[in-house]
């Protein structure tokens, strides 16, 4: 299934090095936190994936590695222009910020912050960012979190300077 929408090679490599960066990139098997076999940039082995059969320590290529990746990628912004009705309004970063928290939590965990995404589609992002930070998930991944809340916050300033 094919996204809708197009994104720039720009917003692409962005939104890569970003999730790179956050994720990291691991060439062999492991246990997540929650013990789930995992590879790569923080892809979760499916049933389907050649590596599920493997296990822990099985050691994979970065081309292996990159193609899960742009896999993931793809689904997570399929998922966001599905799921996320008003997704083709967001300006560049808030798409960003949002995509980079689906691929971290999956979009239905991301759909429960309802108060964070109303808040987004008023255009109200100092609003969307203390609801992002009144969650689980900023405690536990507080970094990432802060960081990505603090970047949408500062979507408001520019929209206000370009009124």
Request: glycine share 6%; aromatic share 8%.
């Amino acid at each position: 299934r094919n996204s809708i929408m197009e994104y720039s090679t720009k917003f692409l490599n962005r939104l890569r090095e970003e999730i790179i960066a956050d994720e990291g990139c691991v060439l062999r098997v492991y246990k997540d936190h929650l013990g789930y076999d995992t590879v790569g940039v923080g892809h979760l082995v499916l049933k389907t994936d050649e590596e599920y059969n493997y296990g822990e320590g099985h050691v994979i290529s970065q081309t292996r590695a990159d193609e899960l990746l742009s896999r993931d990628l793809k689904n997570v912004l399929n998922e966001c222009e599905e799921r996320l009705e008003q997704w083709g309004t967001y300006p560049e970063e808030v798409k960003l910020i949002l995509a980079n928290m689906a691929f971290n939590l999956g979009l239905p965990r991301l759909l429960k912050f309802q108060m964070m995404i109303l808040a987004i589609n008023s255009g109200d992002y100092v609003r969307a960012s203390i609801e992002g930070l009144d969650s689980k998930w900023a405690k536990q991944v507080y970094n990432r979190a802060h960081r990505l809340m603090d970047r949408l916050r500062v979507c408001m300033i520019d929209k206000i300077d370009n009124v």
